[in-house]
């Protein structure tokens, strides 16, 4: 089967790095998508992979190992703002979108 | 870029009645879904919205329960039936240009009582 992996929950000091993982297996692989996730709202676009090697925007980076099954989204000097949920999506086969549960970022002062 | 929009944003509705959400973008896009996303939880594609034709259904939901039209590139709506408390969540519209862009609309949050 088809699965998407990534911690439940993290929790990091506004200023610091923090690095959310996630681990897939899926059916054929046509990229990897980081998205961001405010409460009540709807998820935002943060990256897409679908080469080997990292990607950096700004103070978000995300890196992916195809051989692996995984990737991992960075976010550098935190603010309280980047407090959300990530959510990890790989394009199958048949260009569709399997989703990770999602990891809630907590920043704490 | 594509600029999704969704109406209702939010709706009470009674066990056993229908609503339909609409979705418009605001470009031509190539392919059109829909999720629904339980608080605190990821997203669950329901369907693929194919233009002209039925649309393409997930394993558990099915035409009868949440009929789709896609009459068009840059238009969609989904149906919710003969609704139950069980129904209420937030169902997102989404759009994708290429591979590597897929947008999402705002949302509609649904409450069934």
């Known amino acids: 089967g088809q699965n998407i992996d990534q911690p439940t929950e993290m929790t990091a000091t506004e200023g610091a790095i923090v690095q959310i993982n996630c681990t897939y297996q899926t059916s054929g692989f046509n990229g990897l998508f980081w998205y961001q996730q405010h409460a009540g709202e709807a998820p935002t676009f943060l990256s897409y992979n679908v080469l080997d090697g990292l990607e950096e925007k700004g103070r978000f980076s995300s890196f992916l190992s195809r051989s692996k099954g995984y990737s991992y989204l960075l976010l550098k000097e935190l603010q309280m703002k980047d407090s959300a949920s990530y959510l990890c999506?790989?394009?199958?086969?048949?260009?569709?979108?399997?989703w990770g549960a999602g990891t809630k970022l907590i920043i704490k002062p | 870029s594509a600029v999704i929009s969704q109406k209702p944003s939010r709706d009470i509705c009674q066990r056993g009645t229908s609503l339909t959400i609409q979705c418009q973008v605001d470009s031509q896009v190539t392919m059109m879904f829909w999720y629904r996303q339980q608080p605190g939880q990821s997203l669950t594609l329901i369907a693929t919205a194919n233009q002209g034709s039925e649309a393409t259904y997930e394993s558990g939901f099915v035409i009868d329960k949440f009929p789709i039209s896609r009459p068009n590139l840059t238009f969609s709506t989904l149906t919710v039936s003969n609704m139950s408390p069980e129904d209420s969540s937030i169902y997102l519209c989404?759009?994708?240009?290429?591979?590597?862009?897929?947008?999402f609309g705002p949302g509609t949050r649904l409450l069934v009582l």
């Open positions: 989404s759009g994708n240009t290429g591979v590597e862009t897929q947008y």
């Open positions: 999506g790989v394009m199958d086969s048949n260009y569709q979108l399997i």
